[in-house]
């Protein structure tokens, strides 16, 4: 009897949420092939990091996908006319990207259903969210079902699920579960 091959993609943007992620759908059995986005943020740190934490997570891929966020403005991550603040503020900080957890789901789906991959996993946090709104459950809720209608697998009854294990926990639980994966939490 043949099992199976389980695949996901996993998005990785080279933090700790990320990294932790990428561990926990390897130990659920996953082949895990990577993206991460070169968005037009301003300093490249994160996608060295994701570089290192795929070339050490044993994925079979790592793709790094081109987007000009910078050009669309709005976000103190990708405008350079926009101060990144030094405290936390009340509501949707200056630091959101517009849609860009949207934008990253959505290449991901494009790629899961290229190769045919079971599952999405994205490590973002409710309660830890900065206010974003593309990182709350609602959200997840309804990209899930958008990749359930919006595919050929979907439309074909092969369901798309979209992981977000870190949704619930805090930041020592995540970095708890990660060292017991054997995250090393220095390539982050």
Known sequence: MTTAVKKAVVLLSGGLDSAT??????E???ECYVLSFDY???SNSELIAAQRVAKSGGVLEHKVIELNMAAIGGSALT???ISVPEQESEGIPVT???ARNTMFLSYA????????????FIGVNALDYSGYPDCRPAFIEAFTKLA?????AGVEGESMTIHAPLMDLTKPQII?????????YAKT
Do not use: C, H, S
């Open 21 to 26: 992620v990428l561990a926990m759908a390897k």
């Open 28 to 30: 659920q059995g996953f």
């Open 40 to 42: 037009g943020q301003r």
């Open 79 to 81: 405008d350079t006319d």
């Open 96 to 98: 959101y990207v517009p």
């Open 109 to 120: 789906l494009a790629w899961a259903e290229v190769l045919n991959a079971q599952a999405i």
């Open 148 to 152: 359930n209608v919006a595919t050929k």
């Open 176 to 184: 708890e579960q990660g060292l017991a994966l054997g995250v090393d």
